[in-house]
C-alpha cells in the first residue's frame, strides 16, 4: 500500500547539537502515506531527538534550534510548538504514559475535544459552560479503540486497567484526532505482553493501510522486521542504513546499530546441576504482589548454575524473587543452604548471602538523587559492614570514603560503565548503564546467590550483551549461583542451564537451555488441568 | 567567569539575593545612625540562640520525613527540662547540665510516640507534624497549671501553684554559655564564644553521624525508602531515630534559646518556634529531603541577619517606633518566600 508519489514528510539534512555535543548529523529521509517506517538504534543514537524536532517539542527550540529543513506534504515546515505540529497532524504515542489515571478512557480519549452540548446554561454564559456529550464521547471513543482490534472498556478508569491497556489507550486518543496523518509510536509494545504486542502491530497494519504514515520506534527487531516497510538504523546520530524490511534479519540489523558484531548467544555450556548439591529449596511459595501473583511455587535451585525462570507477563514469574526477598506479602517456605529464611524480612534474605536486582530498577534497584559510589557501596555497608572503619570495638562506625570510591571505580572499570566519574548522580546514567550499576551493587554485596530480575528490560541491544556476559563471567568467576529472571526466552536461552516456564503463578514445567523454543512457548500457554488449591 | 557561574549555580541566586540584601542593610545602616558592630553582635547572638533548633531539621530531612514542624515538641522537652532543673534548685552551670539530663528523657520517649505517629501516616508527615505541634502546646497548656512545680521563682504568686507564663533564668542558668570565654572589641560587640562553641559542637556531632553507617542509612531512607528496604534496612526504626534526634536537638535548642535570652516562655510560646526554623533551613538552600549543615549555618544567619537589621534599619529611617510590625512583616514575609522556594530545591 506504499504510495510511491511525493512523500508525507521528508526530512533534509536535519543536525542538531546541545550545546557543543552533536547528537544528529545530516539525517535526510522520507515518508509516505501508508508507510510503516522502523526506527531503530542503540539508546543515544538521536531517535528521540530526531522525533522531538518533528514533533516541534519546546527542548529544540530552548537549545538554539535544528539545522535542515523538515517538509511536511511538499511544503516546508517550521514547527514553533507541539500544538503546531498536532494541527498539522503529526500524532505522537509517548514510552511515558501521558494519561490521567482518574478519568475514563473516554475522557482520556477526547480530552480537551470533548464533544459538547449546547444549553440554556451556556446561553447566559457562554460556550465554557457547555455540557459534555457523553454518548458521543462513548462513541467516538469506542470506534478509536475499534480501529486497534481490541476491547476495552471506555467508561473504566485509566488507572485501573492492566499497562498494555493503557498503552492502547494513549494510541486511540491519537486516532480519535481526525486529521491524524503521520503517527509517531515510541516503543509501543514494550510493556506489552506477547498477545497484546501482535494485536497492536496488526492494528499498525491496518492503520497504515488506511493510509497513515506511521514511525515505529522498537527496540524489539523483530517486530520491525515483520511489521516495518522501510527499516532506518540509526548509530551516534547519523542514518547508517535505510533498508527494505523485507530483506533483513535480526542479526544484521543488531550489527549495524551496534557497528560490532553482536554475539548475542554466549556459547551455550553444559552443566551438570544434578550432580551438585541443592543451594536454594523453595517450597509452596506464594506471594502477593499486584500483576504478578504467585500462587504455589516449588523450586530447587543448584550450587553453581545459572538458571532462568521465564514466562508471558502477569503470570507470576517476577513475583518469585521479589516474594523470596520479603518485598511483597509471602508465605511458604524458603530454605538456603540447609538453613530456613524467615519470609518478609528483606534483611535475613541478604544476611543469608543472597541478593536480588530488582526489574524496577529507578523505583527500588537506585537511589537516583546519589552518587554512583553510594548506590554501588551502600547494600554492602549495611549489610556485610564492609567499607566501614571500626572505631571503639565497632561501636563507631565510620564511612570509608576511600574503600567506597575504590570500590566503585573497580566496578565502574570492569563493567564498562559509562559515566563522568563516580560522583555523577544515578539518574544522570542512560537505562544500560543504570542497570550496570544495579549489578555492581548486588556484585558487592559478594553473594552466594543472586536472584537477578529482566536485566535487559529496556536497554539497548549492545548493552544488553555486555549484561549478559558480566553475569556469565561472574557466575563463572565466583561460583555464585544466579536465578534469572527475564520475558525473554532467547535471553534465557542464551545464558541459563535450564529454564523454569511460570504460569498462572505456578510453575508449569523446567527444560534444559537447549530445548527448542517451541516447546518453552507450549508451556508458556499451557494452562493446567488439574488446578491446585491456592494455600492460605 | 565559568568559576562565578558555578559558584551561583551550587550555592543558590536566593541565597545571593538575601546576602546581597543584608549587606546593603549593613552599608545603609551607619548613615541613620545605627551602630554596626552591636547589629552584628545582635546577629552573632541570634544565630546561637537560634542555630540548634535548626539543626533539629536535618535528621528527619535525612530520613523523608520532612520538615520537623513538630518542633514544638521537642520545645516543651526542653521546657520540661528547664523548670525541672529549677524546680530541684541546681544553680550555675550545673543548673543547665541538668536541664539537658532531665529533658532527654522527655525527648527520647515524646520523639518516640511522634515517630510512630508518623511512621503510619507516610506521605503528609508535615501536615501531622504541624498539628502534633499544636496541640502538644494546647495540652501543655493546662499541664503548666497542674503540674506539681512549687519552686517560689516559677509560680504564680498568689496561688502558689501554677507556673507563670515567664520565668528568668537569671541565677539559674543565664548566659552560662554566652558568658563563656566571651570578648569584647570596642563598645558595642561582643561574642559569645560559649554558645557557637556549643553550637559548633552538635553541628559538628550531628555530621558525624551522618557520615557513621546508621547515618548512611538514614540519608539513604530519606532518598528513596524501597531501595533503602531492599537493602535491609528497617525503615520504621530508622524514621523513629530521626525524630527522635530531632526532638531531642530542639529540646537542646530552646535551653540554649533560654540562657542567652533570659527568660523561660511557657505556655503559647513554644507554639510559633516550628516556623522560623523551618524558613531558615530552607532559606539556606536545604530542600525537603536534603540538607547539609551548611545549609543549617548559612540560613541561620542570613534568616537572624536579616530579622535583626531590617526592622532597626526601617525603624530609623521612618522615625517612628514600628520594629515589632515590621520584624512580624519580615518574619513572616522570609517564612512565606521559603515555602515557596521549597519545591524549586526538590527537584
Known amino acids: 500500500m506504499v504510495d510511491t508519489s511525493a512523500p508525507l514528510l521528508e526530512m533534509r539534512n536535519i543536525s542538531k547539537d546541545f550545546f557543543g555535543n552533536q547528537v544528529l548529523t545530516d539525517v535526510s529521509f522520507s515518508l509516505h502515506k501508508g508507510e510503516i517506517l522502523g526506527l531503530v538504534g542503540e539508546n543515544g543514537a538521536g531517535k528521540s531527538t530526531l522525533m522531538n524536532i518533528l514533533f516541534g517539542m519546546d527542548v529544540i527550540q530552548l537549545t538554539g534550534g535544528y539545522e535542515g529543513e523538515m517538509l511536511v506534504d511538499g511544503k516546508i515546515v517550521d514547527y514553533t510548538s507541539s500544538f503546531d505540529a498536532i494541527a498539522d497532524g503529526i500524532g505522537m504515542v509517548h514510552q511515558e504514559f501521558s494519561l490521567l489515571p482518574d478519568f475514563t478512557v473516554a475522557e482520556n480519549i477526547l480530552l480537551n475535544r470533548e464533544p459538547e452540548k449546547y444549553s440554556f446554561i451556556s446561553e447566559v454564559f457562554g460556550e465554557r459552560l457547555n455540557s459534555l456529550d ?53 516503543e509501543p ?22 493510509g497513515i504514515a506511521i514511525i515505529f520506534i522498537s527496540h524489539r527487531l523483530q517486530e520491525i522486521i515483520d511489521v516495518c516497510d522501510t527499516v532506518l538504523i540509526m548509530r551516534d546520530g547519523k542514518i547508517v542504513k535505510n533498508e527494505k524490511a523485507q530483506d533483513l534479519t535480526i542479526a544484521q540489523i543488531a550489527r549495524w546499530m551496534v557497528g560490532r558484531e553482536v554475539t548475542h548467544h554466549a556459547d551455550r555450556r553444559s552443566f551438570d546441576y544434578e550432580h551438585s548439591s541443592v543451594m536454594l529449596s523453595i517450597k509452596n511459595l506464594w506471594v502477593d504482589m499486584p500483576g504478578e501473583t504467585v500462587r ?100 563507631l562506625m565510620w564511612r570509608d570514603e576511600k574503600q567506597i570510591q575504590a570500590v566503585a571505580q573497580q566496578y565502574i572499570d570492569a563493567l564498562e560503565i559509562k559515566c563522568t566519574s563516580y560522583r555523577q548522580k544515578a539518574k544522570e546514567l542512560s537505562g544500560g548503564n543504570q542497570q550496570k550499576i544495579c549489578l555492581a551493587k548486588a556484585f558487592a554485596l559478594t553473594p552466594k546467590l543472586l536472584f537477578v530480575s529482566e536485566p535487559t528490560r529496556g536497554i539497548d541491544i549492545g548493552a544488553k550483551s555486555l549484561v549478559l556476559q558480566a553475569l556469565r563471567d561472574y557466575n563463572e568467576k565466583s561460583g555464585t549461583t544466579i536465578v534469572m529472571i527475564s520475558s525473554e526466552l532467547e535471553e534465557l536461552r542464551a545464558i541459563c542451564d535450564r529454564i523454569a516456564i511460570v504460569t498462572d503463578g505456578r510453575i508449569s514445567g523446567i527444560l534444559p537451555a537447549e530445548t527448542p523454543s517451541e516447546d518453552f512457548g507450549l508451556l508458556m500457554v499451557s494452562k493446567r488441568g488439574n488446578t491446585e488449591e491456592k494455600p492460605a | 567567569m565559568t568559576k562565578i557561574k558555578q559558584f551561583i549555580h551550587s550555592f543558590g541566586w536566593p541565597r545571593i539575593i538575601i546576602g546581597l540584601f543584608l549587606l546593603s542593610l549593613f552599608i545603609i545602616a551607619p548613615f541613620v545612625g545605627i551602630n554596626v558592630s552591636t547589629s552584628l553582635s545582635d546577629t552573632i547572638v541570634r544565630f546561637g540562640m537560634n542555630g540548634i ?30 523548670t525541672l532543673s529549677i524546680e530541684f534548685n541546681f544553680v550555675g552551670n550545673v543548673s543547665f547540665l541538668m536541664a539537658i539530663l532531665l529533658s532527654t528523657p522527655f525527648a527520647v520517649i515524646l520523639g518516640w510516640g511522634y515517630g510512630k505517629l508518623l511512621n503510619r501516616v507516610k506521605g503528609s508527615e508535615m501536615m501531622i507534624a504541624t498539628y502534633v505541634g499544636f496541640s502538644s502546646v494546647a495540652f501543655m497548656c493546662i499541664m503548666w497549671l497542674l503540674l506539681p512545680y512549687n519552686h517560689p521563682s516559677m509560680v504564680w504568686g498568689y496561688a502558689g501553684t501554677g507556673l507563670r507564663t515567664t520565668i528568668s533564668t537569671e541565677g539559674y542558668y543565664w548566659h552560662v554559655l554566652s558568658n563563656f570565654l566571651k570578648f569584647g572589641i570596642g563598645d558595642h ?45 528497617n525503615i520504621d526504626k530508622i524514621r523513629t531515630l530521626s525524630v527522635i534526634m530531632s526532638t531531642w536537638l530542639g529540646a537542646i535548642g530552646i535551653l540554649v534559646y533560654q540562657q542567652s535570652f533570659g527568660f523561660i516562655q511557657l505556655y503559647m510560646g513554644p507554639f510559633y518556634m516550628a516556623l522560623p526554623a523551618v524558613s531558615a533551613i530552607l532559606i539556606g538552600g536545604a530542600s525537603v529531603n536534603k540538607a547539609t549543615i551548611l545549609n543549617v549555618v548559612v540560613g541561620t544567619l542570613l534568616f537572624q541577619g536579616i530579622l535583626t537589621m531590617t526592622p532597626s534599619v526601617m525603624n530609623s529611617i521612618i522615625h517612628t517606633d514600628m520594629s515589632e510590625v515590621i520584624r512580624i512583616i519580615v518574619s513572616n514575609g522570609m517564612i512565606l518566600y521559603a515555602l515557596t522556594r521549597k519545591s524549586e530545591a526538590t527537584r
Request: glycine content about 12%.
Open chain 1, 134 to 186: 457523553r454518548n458521543s464521547m462513548n462513541e467516538k471513543s469506542k470506534k478509536a479503540i475499534g480501529k486497534l482490534g481490541v476491547a476495552i472498556n471506555s467508561s473504566m478508569l485509566v488507572g485501573r486497567m492492566p499497562v498494555g491497556h493503557k498503552q492502547f489507550t494513549e494510541i486511540a486518543r491519537e486516532l480519535s484526532k481526525e486529521s491524524t496523518r503521520i503517527l509517531v509510536l515510541d
Open chain 1, 189 to 210: 509494545t514494550a510493556v506489552l505482553t506477547e498477545q497484546e504486542a501482535s494485536i497492536l502491530l496488526s492494528a499498525v497494519r491496518s492503520l497504515a493501510n488506511e
Open chain 2, 53 to 82: 533548633m535548626v539543626l533539629a531539621m536535618v535528621p528527619m530531612i535525612h530520613s523523608g520525613c520532612g520538615l520537623n514542624f513538630g518542633l514544638p515538641l521537642g520545645i516543651i522537652a526542653g521546657l520540661l527540662g528547664g
Open chain 1, 296 to 395: 504455589n511455587v516449588s523450586l530447587d535451585v543448584h550450587k553453581g548454575e545459572i538458571i532462568g525462570i521465564g514466562g508471558l507477563a502477569g503470570q507470576g514469574k517476577l513475583g518469585i524473587p521479589n516474594g523470596a526477598m520479603g518485598l511483597f506479602t509471602a508465605g511458604g517456605s524458603i530454605t538456603f543452604e540447609g538453613k530456613e529464611i524467615a519470609l518478609n524480612e528483606p534483611r535475613r534474605f541478604l544476611d543469608a548471602g543472597m541478593a536480588f536486582v530488582s526489574e524496577d530498577r529507578r523505583g527500588v534497584g537506585l537511589l537516583l538523587d546519589e552518587s554512583l559510589d553510594w548506590n554501588i557501596s551502600f547494600a554492602a555497608m549495611q549489610v556485610n559492614d564492609k567499607f566501614l572503619k571500626k572505631y571503639l570495638n565497632g561501636m
Open chain 2, 189 to 233: 560587640f561582643t561574642f559569645p564564644t560559649g554558645m557557637i562553641l556549643f553550637f559548633a559542637l552538635i553541628a559538628f556531632l550531628m555530621w558525624a553521624f551522618l557520615h557513621t553507617k546508621k547515618g548512611t542509612a538514614m540519608t539513604a531512607v530519606g532518598s528513596n525508602p524501597v531501595f533503602a528496604r531492599a537493602s535491609g534496612i
